[in-house]
């Protein structure tokens, strides 16, 4: 959680750390609205949802963010399953919600249900990125310029996770981008696609919350080496190339739910 602080306070504390390596937890949280056929809709609002939930509202992740003063790494965090297999009620409601999230982003022809970041490796030094992306169970491999923001830095200070971070701005496709980031960590990065400001971002806010970049933990230790590699499970296509298949597919979906309301 961010806690406000007064203007000038950073300077009273050690500007950067001396490690510029490590890794930092992440969540991430995206606002989905399923574009789904009305009535399988009604029929999923009416039951509750499976496990009780109603119609899940975003989709929320783990990632983890490996780094070092040249590169970094962001993956996913693999999930554990519950001790002994299948556990009581409390348990099955969880799985039961996420098959049926699960049923739900299969059916919706919403690019925030079906376009998904796996991976992502970016390079300082070069100014390149290469995503992992999963659509519709297909994945592709995107290299890529490394995106740049046009950051206005603002006075704003605040703690987080024990780190003074400072809040900068951009607007990026019509999308309006706040990030919080930390000079004590000297490094130019951050998760996803978002860096380029004098410290590491911790977290990022886009068009107001809609999606989510937020910070849970930090370690300032080495990275083992060999560990921030380019991710290469996928098609390569280019981000032109990807973009069309996204168009194309979910226009696929769109026609399959007319077919099938008619």
Do not use: C
Request: glycine residues 10%.
């Amino acid at each position: 959680m961010l806690r406000k602080i007064t203007p000038g306070l950073l300077l009273l504390l050690p500007v950067a750390l001396s490690a510029q390596e490590g890794s930092i937890a992440f969540t991430h949280s995206v606002k989905v609205d399923f574009e789904i056929p009305e009535e399988m809709r009604a029929r999923f609002e009416a039951r509750g949802g499976r496990g009780g939930r109603g119609l899940p509202t975003e989709r929320v992740s783990q990632f983890v963010l490996l780094f070092n003063s040249t590169e970094s790494l962001m993956k996913p965090v693999p999930r554990v399953a519950p001790e002994g297999g299948r556990g009581g009620k409390g348990d099955f409601d969880r799985r039961g919600g996420a098959v049926a999230t699960r049923r739900l982003r299969f059916s919706s022809a919403s690019r925030t249900a079906q376009d998904e970041m796996v991976e992502a490796h970016t390079r300082y030094d070069e100014g390149t990125i290469v995503e992992a992306r999963r659509l519709l169970g297909r994945s592709f491999i995107i290299a890529d310029k490394r995106p740049t923001y046009a950051w206005k830095l603002t006075s704003e200070q605040a703690e987080f996770l024990g780190h003074v971070v400072l809040k900068a701005t951009a607007v990026q496709d019509s999308s309006v981008i706040e990030a919080w980031f930390t000079p004590q960590i000297p490094v130019q990065g951050g998760p996803a696609t978002f860096g380029g400001l004098p410290g590491m971002i911790l977290v990022v806010s886009i068009d107001d919350g809609q999606e989510q970049y937020n910070a849970t933990g930090i370690s300032m230790s080495p990275v083992a080496e060999g560990v921030i590699v380019r991710p290469s499970d996928g098609d390569e296509v280019t981000r032109e190339e990807y973009e069309e298949i996204v168009a194309e597919k979910l226009e696929e979906l769109r026609s399959t739910q007319r077919r099938i309301r008619e």
